[in-house]
């Protein structure tokens, strides 16, 4: 099985950045992508990025386009997230997670998920 363990939440002040990182164990070989998700007090999961293991092929979430970075490690299999320009608005739980099969976007494509960590953004 996998596990996830995210890292470097915080609270920042709006135009500041925030690098998250994902620690992935255990057979990530059987999943060939991994995701960020965030959620909002109030609102549903949505997807942020993703990044396949092979080829590093990525997919943004048109929110984040142009501010944030997702990149993976394959030798270390960790995932990580590069968040500039942070906005009040990208305030959320951040949620790491393995893709199992299906739309890259999409929460039921993923069967393991982390434990999430907090972004605050304050204006």
């Known amino acids: 099985q996998v596990q996830l363990v995210e890292s470097g939440g915080g609270l920042v002040q709006a135009g500041d950045s925030l690098r998250l990182s994902c620690a992935a164990s255990?057979?990530?070989?059987?999943?060939?992508?991994m995701a960020w998700f965030r959620q909002a007090p109030g609102k549903e999961r949505e997807f942020v990025a993703a990044?396949?293991?092979?080829?590093?092929?990525?997919d943004y979430a048109d929110s984040v386009k142009g501010r944030f970075t997702i990149s993976r490690d394959n030798a270390k299999n960790t995932v990580n997230l590069q968040m500039n320009s942070l906005k009040p608005e990208d305030t959320a739980v951040y949620y790491c997670?393995?893709?199992?099969?299906?739309?890259?976007?999409?929460?039921?494509?993923?069967?393991?998920w982390g434990q999430g960590t907090q972004v605050t953004v304050s204006s």
């Open positions: 997670a393995a893709h199992r099969g299906g739309p890259l976007g999409v929460p039921s494509s993923y069967n393991k």
């Open positions: 255990g057979r990530t070989f059987t999943n060939n992508a």
């Open positions: 990044i396949t293991w092979v080829g590093g092929t990525t």
